[in-house]
């Protein structure tokens, strides 16, 4: 069986919701355009219950099937918020709004997730209770422990947890997964500099920001290079970097630089931050100057249940084909979700487009049908109707 | 020769000018209120002709001594643009702007050369022309080149140009002054590296540019220590670094670096140029990247002609006692572009135990005056002497 039919035919529509929320992108936790929009469909195809504020702004509702023998609740998890960068697609449904950019596909989750719960509540053929779920701040922001802490998992009497996320570079519409650890650990941190400030013809009166910023840059490349095990996974990566001063001709007193850092073990994850702030402290001691260094501990390792895992391969069989993928350094927010309740998350090929988080990059539209499918696939395998 | 007695009877009202220009302080070339004032009393003076707008907002005013059997006519030059610095001086005739402030002492600089005006139309015992300068926009807008490009110095035939600036730390009253390069050659460059952006998480498939640029800006700091011969002078200073990115989890497209280059010749200005290009190109091409370098050529080295020079300091003796050899200094100006058209000298005159310049706290030593006005009557009345 491939594509439900219902699926293939919502496509132009959800299409048009994905497209929508593409042009309105909303980052972390302000997705209020976006969660109205979701609470405001959700209301519309006749769910039995639609709860907002859950975590800030997440969004919840409950669609029963046509019987309830077993008591069972299926979760199924998408997120809605954008990432703050400039979108350069040059699409007629590119963003409007400067600095804000759906380049990882959570329009795309969003819309699959609508068309999902549209789907289960015209048809409701499962026993037991399907809670749809949409959490905001997956990117850096823990909004997904947020819905967790606000203690959804009970309130609703979800037992098992899935989610999709699409993936760049796998074939259009065709499913891959692994069992136990999927994704990466995701710590971010925050080096404050100080030197001293002064003018750009005046170098000799200053301990220059700039300088020893960039030799903090270069220094910190050795921790993966130098102090891991090769055999180890891991990435440290520093994405942003900003001096206090903007002008031509003012040595900078101060620099921001901001980071992540991935691993796969408990043991990387804590020896990695320990060799940032040796190294950050060496290196503004070298120059006379100096550095604090924040750290903020963001998701745990995401790891897939393994006999969930072999549910949504299943599923996805039934719906196209499924592969084993490779462990990845991204971090999921789902992770937390996992922690607390069995399940997988699932990759779903977006085909031949730019990489997630690229200002190029599109969600495509012609897997809306296959993720829908899946969605419902899950719930109607795990919850037979009776 | 101590300071003209005429000028310590000035001094009271020449301060009252000055202090009116600090209160009122105009950026660049909007200096119209200024401009305005300044036209103003070179009429009241009784001045032979006066032009305004030569260089946009620039005052020209002609003043013709008793007599011209030489046929001299000497350029004297002020500036009068204010910084955008908030001042933080508290003083009752304090900056009425906000962000806008007299803090390099352009007001005091105007002020003298006003105070000189009258008394050189007042007694014109000089054999030829003096023509006073009043200057727009030296801070950075380049208005000394606007008003050469003008034809100011063909129009009024000016032979030499003389330029003064107020030295905080120096004893108030004293001169100090340097033959050839004195100020810098100050020039920017604005950089744009461009790697591949992507996910934090996959840096095997990005071209990291924030690695790239921060290897660049090291590489940088080898034209001082390395390429430069090392008793000539160069800054190369990054002063701004902004990754296009301010997420902790995304890998920027590009980076953008700022900054200044302070040289004091010519030789020395190419080659920093060249080989910013040269490292910027060869760095990004090391990691599989682009820099795109655009090197702003701002003001020239200033350079002191050395006949003039020693006049300048003879008549600086004469009132002080001594001139000392001033320093060079890494700060450009835009006398620099006039001191390229004629010959001529710049010197510094003592602010006293101040604040420094472009300091929020800086104010101009209204006990500079006579001073400054003495330097310019003697100027005038020495090199054209009456016949």
Request: net charge negative; aromatic share 6%.
């Amino acid at each position: 069986m491939p594509v439900k039919n219902r699926a293939a035919e919502f496509q132009e529509e959800v299409a048009g919701w994905r497209r929508d929320i593409h042009e309105h992108p909303e980052i972390l936790y302000d997705t209020h355009r976006t969660s109205a929009l979701v609470a405001e469909k959700l209301k519309s195809f006749g769910c039995d219950e639609v709860v907002t504020g859950i975590g800030r702004t997440g969004v919840v509702a409950v669609i029963r099937g046509r019987s309830d023998t077993k008591g069972r609740a299926i979760g199924l998890r998408a997120d809605m918020d954008a990432l703050p960068m400039q979108e350069q697609t040059g699409l007629p449904h590119a963003s409007k709004i400067p600095n804000a950019m759906h380049a990882c596909g959570h329009d795309g989750h969003t819309a699959m997730l609508l068309g999902a719960a549209k789907y289960l509540a015209e048809t409701r053929n499962f026993d037991g209770t399907a809670v749809v779920i949409f959490q905001p701040a997956e990117e850096g922001g823990n909004g997904g422990e947020a819905m967790v802490k606000d203690g959804m998992m009970e309130r609703f009497g979800i037992d098992e947890v899935y989610a999709i996320h699409n993936s760049p570079g796998i074939e259009a519409g065709k499913f891959a997964i692994r069992p136990g650890p999927i994704l990466a650990s995701v710590d971010e941190f925050t080096l404050h500099l100080k030197g001293r400030g002064g003018h750009g013809a005046k170098p000799h009166m200053t301990v220059d920001t700039t300088v020893m910023m960039c030799h903090m840059i270069s220094a910190l490349q050795t921790i993966v290079s130098r102090n891991m095990d090769p055999i180890e996974k891991a990435v440290m990566t520093l994405t942003s970097a900003e001096t206090s001063s903007k002008a031509f001709n003012v040595i900078p007193d101060r620099a921001e630089v901001r980071g992540t850092i991935r691993t796969h073990s408990e043991e990387v994850r804590a020896m990695i931050p320990k060799r940032i702030k040796e190294i950050a402290e060496g290196v503004a001691q070298t120059f006379g100057g100096s550095v604090e260094v924040e750290m903020r501990i963001g998701v745990p390792v995401t790891i897939n249940d393994e006999a969930a895992t072999e549910y949504a391969r299943e599923a996805a069989e039934a719906v196209t084909s499924c592969e084993d993928v490779p462990i990845l350094m991204g971090g999921e927010d789902f992770s937390f979700m996992l922690m607390e309740r069995p399940g997988a998350m699932i990759r779903l090929g977006n085909g031949n487009s730019a990489g997630l988080h690229h200002p190029e990059y599109d969600f495509n539209d012609e897997i809306i049908p296959a993720g829908i499918s899946w969605f419902a696939e899950v719930v109607e395998r795990r919850m037979p109707a009776a | 020769m101590p300071v003209k007695n005429r000028f310590a009877e000035l001094q009271e009202e020449i301060t009252a000018w000055r202090r009116d220009i600090h209160e009122n302080p105009e950026i660049l070339f909007e200096t119209h209120r200024t401009s305005a004032l300044v036209a103003e009393k070179l009429k009241e003076f009784g001045c032979d002709e006066i032009v305004t707008g030569i260089g946009r907002t620039g005052v020209v005013g002609v003043i013709k001594g008793k007599s011209d059997t030489s046929g001299k006519v000497i350029g004297l030059r002020a500036d009068m643009d204010a910084l955008p610095i908030h001042e933080q001086t508290g003083l009752e005739y304090a900056s009425k702007t906000a962000n806008a402030m007299h803090a390099c002492g352009h007001d005091g600089h105007t002020a003298m050369l006003l105070g000189a005006a009258k008394y050189l139309s007042e007694t014109r015992n000089f054999d030829g022309t003096v023509v006073v300068i009043f200057q727009p926009a030296e801070e950075g807008g380049g208005g000394g080149k606007e008003m050469c490009d003008d034809g100011m110095m063909e129009r009024w035939n000016i032979q030499e140009v003389y330029g003064m600036h107020n030295w905080p730390g120096k004893p108030v009253g004293s001169f100090a002054i340097r033959s050839g390069a004195f100020f810098a050659a100050t020039d920017q460059f604005d950089i744009t590296f461009e790697g591949r952006g992507g996910h934090a998480a996959k840096p095997h498939e990005t071209i990291d540019t924030t690695v790239m640029s921060a290897q660049a800006v090291l590489a940088l700091q080898t034209i001082a220590s390395r390429n430069a011969d090392p008793v000539d002078r160069v800054v190369v200073s990054v002063t701004s670094f902004e990754t296009s990115s301010k997420a902790f989890n995304v890998i920027p497209q590009r980076v953008q670096i700022k900054g200044t280059v302070r040289t004091m010749s010519a030789e020395m200005r190419d080659l920093a140029e060249k080989r910013i290009k040269e490292i910027c190109a060869g760095v990004a091409a090391t990691f599989g990247g682009t820099a795109d370098v655009t090197y702003h050529r701002g003001y020239p080295v200033m350079v002191n002609h050395e006949e003039q020079t020693d006049f300048a300091a003879k008549v600086a003796s004469d009132i002080s006692g001594n001139c000392e050899e001033a320093p060079l200094v890494m700060g450009g100006e835009d006398f620099a572009f006039m001191l390229e058209e004629r010959p001529g000298a710049y010197i510094l005159v003592g602010n006293g135990d101040s604040a420094d310049v472009h300091h929020p706290e800086y104010n101009f030593n209204d006990e500079a005056i006579p001073a400054g006005c003495s330097w310019w009557a003697g100027i005038v009345e020495q090199r054209m002497p009456a016949a």
